[in-house]
């Protein structure tokens, strides 16, 4: 059997080549293969872009709305009559712990260490911010020295850990 497979390929044929069907063969091969190369393409580009949304709608979906902005209602300047009168006093909002925080560099070194620590009670207690508190205690006891570093009735637990911390490396130090 194989024989006769290789006797009929072995064969020449005895027809003329047709150069016109030739490149017509050519050009509609050329035509689909560019086609379903640029297909593939954009089916590429729209599966990245599809993924691209479907990313920004999850996150518009998962992220927290923000609360309704309220106003405060304008309150109507009132003129004393009897100038006995103290003026109203205003609700003092509490500062930020940034703004300690930074302040801290602006000081003498002698008081740094005071107002980083101030900076990290307002990070602990207001903000329950403990990345920025811990970094804040560090640089206080970093700057106060052996002194920053006694116990006192004063401290959080955050202080308290920080400090024993500091204690058992030194013990173990040496």
């Known amino acids: 059997m194989s024989n006769l497979l290789d006797d009929f390929l072995d064969r020449g044929f005895a027809g003329d080549a047709n150069d016109a069907l030739q490149k017509a063969l050519r050009q509609r091969t050329t035509k689909v293969l560019r086609r379903r190369r640029r297909f593939r393409q954009f089916g590429f580009a729209g599966f990245a872009a599809a993924c691209y949304a479907a990313g920004l709608a999850t996150m518009w979906v998962l992220l927290p709305r923000p609360a309704a902005i309220v106003e405060r209602p304008q309150q109507p300047l009132v003129i ?3 100038a006995d009168q103290p003026a109203p006093v205003e609700a003092k909002l509490p500062e930020p712990a940034a ?8 000081v003498p070194p002698e008081q740094r260490a005071a107002q980083l620590r101030k900076a990290g009670d307002l990070y602990l207690e207001q903000e329950r911010d403990y990345a920025s508190a811990l970094r804040c205690y560090t640089q206080a006891f970093d700057a106060g020295g052996a002194k920053a570093l006694e116990f006192s009735p004063d401290d959080n637990w955050l202080v308290m850990a920080i400090k024993n911390a500091r204690r058992k490396e030194k013990d173990n130090g040496r």
Do not use: K
């Not at 703004?99 to 602006?106: D, K, V």
């Open 80 to 82: 004393a009559e009897n």
């Open 99 to 106: 703004l300690y925080e930074f302040e801290a560099y602006t």
